[in-house]
């Protein structure tokens, strides 16, 4: 009998955190992306655990924060000193747009600068039209 308590502890401990590593949010962002810019040009940025390629250019990045504000992800990361956030809008997470936050108060609301895509090339101004609100 206590052989078996000291089991179901053990299982009732292990079992959130294999929850928590399945929901690792960089899972979202590793991979090759779509993206279109305001300019309305493409081109395609590759997330690795610790870096971003855009145009064979590297950068390191570090995730900051990941959070959840109205039924939409978030993932913020930090990048040469600057903070951006990644909103997966809705629950296609093939989707997202890339913002410079203009509040640490609120990683929601600020200026889109990239729209992002895994399956197709992207439209800035439907995804700032369907997915960022103005205030």
Known sequence: MKKHKWSLLLLSLLIPLFILAGCNSKQNLKGKWNVQDSNHEYTTVTFTDKKVSVNGQEAEY????????????????????????????????????????TSEDNYLEGTMILAMNRKEKPNYDKYAKDYIREK
């Open 62 to 101: 570090k995730q900051v924060e990941v959070g959840f504000k109205n039924n939409v992800q978030y993932i913020v990361i930090e990048m040469e000193g600057k903070k951006y956030s990644i909103i997966f809008p809705d629950a296609d997470k093939n989707i997202a747009v890339l913002l410079q936050p």
